[in-house]
């Protein structure tokens, strides 16, 4: 390709046309929409189908898109500032239309030309398929990130996979969770744009030659045993007031795929065989969310998406002109967790073997290149991968591995460590079948290691990587995660935003701290009485969802307490259902006077291997036909699970919630991001001091957090102590009677044996310590029920806990990242 010199502005002039006018108006809006819908989709208003119009919308908003990030590209490379390349094996970006339009600021346009053609944008908007590219929170996060890097201005591009099948789609039958594919790519993707001139290839298996060539210079030769090439398939991501970054994430193909022996049958089988192999990399997104999968297939996503991303970074590396020598100062590459840690070794094998650097001259560019967010302490979520596997699949990267371990144990040494200490920090476990330890590997190879909330910081340098810590202090920091408020309230909330506007400007939008001028509001029964009724007509909107999705009608003047995320042990949806047993035993006897009217709402995904995950969410659905169904108890509670939680689903949730339920076991929650999302939408939280949770009750006050159960320490002192569940059991009458209901019989049409593993590993072990934190969690709620009594008050709390949340925005999250990891300033683009 011929390469120009000439902008964007030189190209639309020659059309008449001035770049900055990208059409935001509306007629000009409704002119394109009509064209995609005949010329692209050839279609006409009387046979389109509702996804046709919305892949036309779609379609005009793109370009739009598409303009503003080419622009920026232009701007940043005149600035020529320091690149961040974010590294993530997961993107849950959620549906792409409405959020747009809000960065765009074309919300308004765009539903009038609609209406011009007799159609409605809400339902438009409704008919996108999200890209469900990630678990949960791991995922959302990488996304919230590539907004608020947009907004900011920060020359960024987020590397990822493209897969074919995202999270799979959650339906509950009889009660269980049952997984169905989630073909998200059925009605095609209107958001990327394919580059197949951006592809490399990637190496699989095989064996290495080691030489010395005709310089006398050692050399390793990596002769693979199969390859796959990777695709790039970019989706702009626009910032707010439109300044545009790229996700690329990649799809793998076969190298070569019927250009040989197509006549002998054999063969041309085998070839097909070999295609649809290596097409299987990008198959499907694993879908264990704080577990190990410990599959080949997962290690062999894992280096596809690395190898493809570096040797892009290195391209773009030559192309601006640059030595690779400078790689470190162009680029910064952020690891969201170990997934990507193998690029560690796959920058030096690329640096040494394929550009002859020399070794110590590549181990310094590496090790200032990469920074590492570690986003776990839960020791069986930390990355492991063994020798054998990763000697089969990436042979020439484990002995690069044990090369930087000789070196770095060899330093250790030299440090005068004690030969225990020494073991447990080296990059391969020998306990037991050796593997290899990725997040060693992350913090060797980074020049900077960070946790995700200030608890999980400090519990990451005194225990999990302590011994790190005690020899680089400087390289350990934090970064507490944040949310991209501009998707969690001003596109999922316009209710609540709208009136936010009109009290305090909109301001908000760029910076969330000016929210803090609502304070002085908190007293005000008008903004009170205006504030309830935004909630309440949020929460009929979720009434009619839930009726919908989950078959319960609930009554929307009911307190909305709701627990929606991953389904896990750790985070103890359990424990809310034990108490709402409690609440139901009570009305059954005729106790029930204090309890306010409740409807429990829960959502949430298992893993599909997870027995006890899928147990849980048979309970919820247990739970929810008995007391639905108990005219005794149904006009006092009601119980909820909402099938396939999804950002879409996210998006209609938190802003109906009244009570967060943030209760993991403290020491377990790195940091949560939906706990920030419920407060920002003005719930009030029930927690235990975990994770963010300890800095959202900062923020927001004591008196305005629900704060119960154990602390990490003592958690960890319960367990020293050697903690017996049952003497729980044995002290507390309510608790008794509860685990006893759990296999009365009651539940579960009458089968008794169903929750039996639930209610052996309750009294047995009780890993999370439920019944430890079950009579503190039971007294805050009843303190809860009493507030709710008061709307006045309740209202006064909840328009404190918004105007306080101003620091959980990504926005402050990533201009951390600058100042303290990146070395980076925002670049300023012109509007
Ligand atoms: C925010 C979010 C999460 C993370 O929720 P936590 O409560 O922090 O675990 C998971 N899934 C979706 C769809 C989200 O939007």
């Known amino acids: 390709m011929k390469s120009h010199n000439k902008s964007i502005e030189h190209y639309f002039s020659t059309i008449g046309e001035k770049a900055d006018e990208i059409g935001l108006s509306k007629e000009k809006i409704k002119k394109d929409f009509l064209q995609k819908l005949f010329y692209q989709l050839g279609r006409v208003p009387a046979v389109t189908t509702s996804n046709d119009l919305y892949t036309a919308l779609a379609l005009t908003v793109r370009d739009r898109v598409l303009r503003q990030f080419v622009r920026s590209t232009e701007e940043f490379s005149k600035k020529n500032s320091r690149g961040i390349a974010?590294?993530?094996?997961?993107?849950?970006?959620?549906?792409?239309?409405?959020?747009?339009?809000?960065?765009?600021?074309?919300?308004?346009?765009?539903?009038?030309?609609?209406?011009?053609?007799?159609?409605?944008?809400?339902?438009?908007?409704?008919?996108?398929?999200?890209?469900?590219?990630?678990?949960?929170?791991?995922?959302?996060?990488?996304?919230?990130?590539?907004?608020s890097l947009a907004t900011l201005g920060i020359p960024a591009i987020g590397y990822g996979i493209r897969y074919e099948f995202g999270i799979f789609k959650q339906e509950i039958k009889e009660g269980w969770q049952s997984e169905a594919t989630d073909k998200w790519l059925h009605y095609g993707n209107p958001w990327e744009v394919i580059r197949p001139e951006v592809s490399y290839v990637v190496k699989f298996g095989g064996r290495t030659i080691h030489s010395t060539n005709e310089n006398n210079k050692y050399a390793v030769e990596w002769e693979p045993e199969s390859e796959v090439v990777g695709t790039a398939y970019d989706t702009?991501?626009?910032?707010?007031?439109?300044?545009?970054?790229?996700?690329?994430?990649?799809?793998?193909?076969?190298?070569?795929?019927?250009?040989?022996?197509?006549?002998?049958?054999?063969?041309?089988?085998?070839?097909?065989?070999?295609?649809?192999?290596?097409?299987?990399?990008?198959?499907?997104?694993?879908?264990?969310?704080?577990?190990?999968?410990?599959?080949?297939?997962?290690?062999?996503q894992q280096y596809f998406f690395v190898s493809c991303s570096?040797?892009?970074?290195?391209?773009?590396?030559?192309?601006?002109?640059?030595?690779?020598?400078?790689?470190?100062?162009?680029?910064?590459?952020?690891?969201?967790?170990?997934h990507p840690s193998i690029a560690v070794a796959e920058l030096m094998r690329l640096l040494v073997d394929e550009h002859e650097m020399e070794w110590k001259q590549a181990w310094k560019i590496t090790r200032n290149t990469f920074a590492y967010t570690n986003h776990t302490l839960l020791p069986e979520a930390l990355e492991k991968w063994s020798v054998s596997l990763m000697g089969r699949l990436l042979p020439r990267h484990l002995e690069i591995i044990y090369e930087i371990n000789s070196r770095f144990l060899h330093e250790l040494r030299e440090k005068g460590l004690s030969g225990e200490q020494i073991a447990r920090m080296s990059l391969i476990d020998e306990h037991g079948e050796p593997s290899v330890r990725m997040a060693h590997l992350a913090t060797v190879g980074s020049f900077r290691v960070n946790g995700v909330s200030q608890l999980h910081s400090r519990l990451l340098k005194t225990q999990v990587l302590n011994d790190f810590a005690e020899i680089w202090p400087d390289k350990f920091t934090n970064v507490t995660n944040g949310v991209a408020h501009r998707r969690f309230l001003?596109?999922?909330?316009?209710?609540?935003?709208?009136?936010?506007?009109?009290?305090i400007g909109n301001g908000w939008l760029t910076d969330l701290t000016t929210l803090k001028r609502l304070e002085k509001f908190a007293d005000d029964e008008i903004f009170q009485k205006q504030w309830m009724e935004v909630k309440l007509e949020n929460k009929k909107l979720l009434s009619q969802l839930l009726e919908e999705r989950a078959g319960v009608k609930i009554d929307p003047t009911m307190l909305f307490d709701v627990q929606v995320k991953r389904i896990h042990e750790y985070k103890r949806q359990h424990l809310m259902l034990l108490h709402i047993l409690d609440l139901y035993l009570k009305i059954k006897d005729g106790k029930g006077e204090n309890i306010a009217p409740s409807a429990f709402i829960f959502?949430?995904?298992?893993?599909?291997?997870?027995?006890?995950?899928?147990?849980?969410i048979r309970l919820v659905t247990a739970v929810a036909d008995l007391v639905n169904n108990d005219k005794d108890v149904n006009k006092i509670l009601k119980v909820a699970f909402l099938p396939n939680f999804s950002v879409k689903q996210a998006q209609r949730v938190y802003p109906a919630a009244d009570l967060s339920e943030q209760i993991s076991m403290a020491g377990k929650e790195a940091s949560g991001t939906g706990n920030m999302k419920f407060a920002l939408n003005g719930a009030l939280t029930i927690g235990t001091l975990d994770g963010a949770n300890v800095e959202i009750r900062e923020e927001v006050g004591e008196e305005n957090f629900f704060l119960f159960g154990q602390t990490t320490e003592e958690v960890q002192e319960t367990r020293r102590l050697g903690y017996r569940p049952s003497k729980y059991y044995e002290e507390q009458e309510d608790l008794e009677r509860v685990l006893d209901f759990l296999v009365s019989g009651e539940l579960g049409n009458g089968d008794h044996e169903l929750f039996r593993p639930l209610y052996n590993n309750l009294l047995q072990q009780d890993p999370y310590q439920l019944l430890?934190?079950?009579?503190?969690?039971?007294?805050?709620?009843?303190?809860?029920?009493?507030?709710?009594?008061?709307?006045?008050?309740?209202?006064?709390?909840?328009?404190?806990?918004?105007?306080?949340?101003?620091?959980?925005?990504?926005?402050?999250?990533?201009?951390?990242?600058?100042?303290?990891?990146?070395?980076?300033?925002?670049?300023?683009?012109?509007?």
């Not at 949960?136 to 990130?145: E, N, T, V």
């Not at 070569?256 to 065989?273: C, W």
């Open 603 to 616: 959502a949430g995904k298992a893993a599909p291997g997870y027995f006890m995950a899928k147990l849980i």
């Open 772 to 831: 430890k934190d079950f009579k503190s969690y039971c007294e805050r709620k009843h303190e809860i029920h009493q507030i709710w009594k008061d709307q006045k008050e309740w209202t006064r709390r909840s328009i404190l806990n918004v105007s306080r949340v101003g620091k959980f925005s990504s926005d402050r999250s990533i201009l951390e990242y600058c100042q303290n990891i990146w070395n980076v300033e925002p670049v300023k683009l012109r509007d």
């Open 86 to 147: 974010y590294f993530s094996a997961e993107y849950l970006p959620g549906p792409h239309l409405g959020n747009n339009l809000l960065n765009l600021e074309i919300v308004d346009e765009t539903r009038e030309a609609l209406k011009e053609l007799d159609l409605e944008l809400d339902e438009i908007i409704e008919q996108e398929v999200e890209p469900g590219l990630g678990n949960g929170g791991l995922g959302r996060l990488a996304s919230c990130y590539m907004d």
């Open 236 to 300: 702009p991501v626009l910032g707010y007031q439109s300044n545009g970054i790229i996700m690329r994430l990649w799809k793998a193909e076969a190298t070569e795929s019927f250009d040989f022996s197509v006549y002998n049958m054999g063969d041309y089988y085998k070839a097909v065989e070999k295609k649809v192999r290596s097409e299987n990399i990008t198959k499907v997104l694993y879908p264990n969310d704080e577990n190990l999968s410990g599959k080949e297939l997962r290690l062999r």
């Open 310 to 338: 570096l040797q892009d970074m290195i391209r773009l590396n030559f192309v601006q002109g640059r030595k690779l020598e400078e790689f470190h100062e162009k680029f910064a590459i952020q690891l969201n967790d170990t």
């Open 490 to 503: 001003a596109v999922s909330n316009p209710g609540l935003s709208r009136l936010i506007t009109e009290k």
